[in-house]
């Protein structure tokens, strides 16, 4: 299985900071990477697809990049509402694996 | 828009199995192209994949339950099922259910069922 980690494992940040959360995968996985929030007590939400994409409809404070081994994740100005985990997926491999999560909150 | 939705059981005894449903809106499973997929989340931890099934009925399990997981696809309802055997206490979690896009993504998911294996 290709391991995935993440780090920081949470934060606490100020409204309009700029917030980088960084994805390893055990193994090149070219760009085969998504990203997804998770407010409690709801299913996640995909935020970013191939590295790089954008979902739609979702705002473009978000942004993430890498291929490979290293991804990052970026909210250029966080607001009260990017309150939540965050996980990165793998989907170069069988099977899916997911980042332990980084949670992230408001100082 | 797609919708999805399980249903089943809240508790299950311990040993006995498992049973979830999920009921496709707004696309049909038959029209190919996505994998139904299960996914679970222990209490306050992180998410499990469990594994999917396409709209033939070909699956794919995660290695770690593969012992215990069957897949199924109703496509005359619609719906696509999980059963997990042998269910104990750690087999407690939020069951998703998701379709799975061309990118690997889930970009639809049910709103989640909590299951807690009790004896």
């Known amino acids: 299985d290709i391991q995935m980690t993440q780090s920081p494992s949470s934060l606490s940040a100020s409204v309009g900071d700029r917030v980088t959360i960084t994805c390893q995968a055990s193994?090149?996985?070219?760009?085969?990477l998504n990203w997804y929030q998770q407010k409690p007590g709801k299913a996640p939400k995909l935020l970013i697809y191939?590295?790089?994409i954008l979902e739609t409809g979702v705002p473009s404070r978000f942004s993430g990049t890498g291929s490979g081994t290293d991804f990052t994740f970026t909210i250029s100005s966080l607001q009260p509402e990017d309150t939540a985990t965050y996980y990165c997926?793998?989907?170069?491999?069988?099977?899916?694996?997911f980042g332990p999560g980084t949670k992230v909150d408001i100082k | 828009q797609v919708q999805l939705q399980e249903s089943g059981p809240g508790l299950v005894k311990t040993s006995q199995t498992l049973s979830l449903t999920c009921t496709v809106s707004?696309?049909?499973?038959?029209?190919?192209?996505?994998?139904w997929s299960w996914i679970r989340q222990h209490p306050g931890k992180g998410l499990e994949w469990i594994g999917y099934?396409?709209?033939?009925?070909?699956?794919y399990y995660n290695p770690s339950l593969k012992s215990r997981v069957t897949m199924s696809v109703d496509t005359s309802k619609n719906q696509f099922s999980l059963k997990l055997s042998s269910v104990t206490a750690a087999d407690t979690a939020v069951y998703y259910c998701?379709?799975?896009?061309?990118?690997?993504?889930?970009?639809?998911w049910g709103q989640g069922t909590l299951v807690t294996v009790s004896s």
């Open positions: 707004g696309d049909s499973i038959n029209s190919g192209g996505y994998y």
């Open positions: 998701a379709r799975e896009a061309g990118h690997g993504e889930w970009g639809s």
């Open positions: 193994q090149d996985i070219s760009n085969f």
């Open positions: 997926q793998q989907f170069d491999n069988l099977p899916r694996t």
């Open positions: 099934v396409y709209y033939s009925g070909s699956t």
């Open positions: 191939d590295a790089s």
